[in-house]
């Protein structure tokens, strides 16, 4: 039913659609790495988590480079940049305290 | 230069690791949820990643629904799903303390 709503409207209009969510899903961890950076502590943030995200990041750039899509490419390489600061900074602040 | 490297191999090899990338970054918030939930605290998480992010995967939603395809609706819909629950939890445990 919700994809019979979606489905009238131009390839055009989802792949807008499609930046706009990449761009928000990439430049989200800006702020994540300001706000530990700041405070200087990152305890309630999840090891296993910034682990799993990076380790998925990577694969998602090696399957970008693999197809040869430049979009999924540079958005994951920018991810995965900020992901590994978060982690970098956590696993420091975490032995400090 | 490294997109030589990985242009021998199969695109199936690709959808492989595609996979193995979508199931990371979506599972990954999962350890953080219970992170939160445990600690009963949200202070070193970024209440505007969370509000970015969440607004970036609903943005996936509408585009893997619009695309007709599922993968893409899946994982992002679980992913929301989880990063819902943290904002909602940060909201809560902020406003205590």
């Known amino acids: 039913m919700i994809v019979a709503i979606f489905q009238p409207l131009p390839r055009s209009f989802f ?8 761009t928000c899903t990439t430049i989200s961890f800006l702020p ?20 799993l995200f990076s380790f998925g990041l990577a694969c998602w750039l090696v399957y970008g480079l693999g197809i040869g899509s430049a979009p999924i490419t540079v958005a994951n390489f920018i991810t995965l940049a900020l992901a590994l600061a978060i982690l970098f900074l956590k696993l420091r602040y975490d032995r400090r305290q």
Request: without cysteine.
């Open 32 to 51: 994540q790495l300001l706000r530990v950076w700041r405070r200087k502590s990152a305890k309630d943030i999840s090891l296993l988590m910034f682990l």
């Open 15 to 22: 792949d807008w659609i499609g930046s706009i969510a990449a």
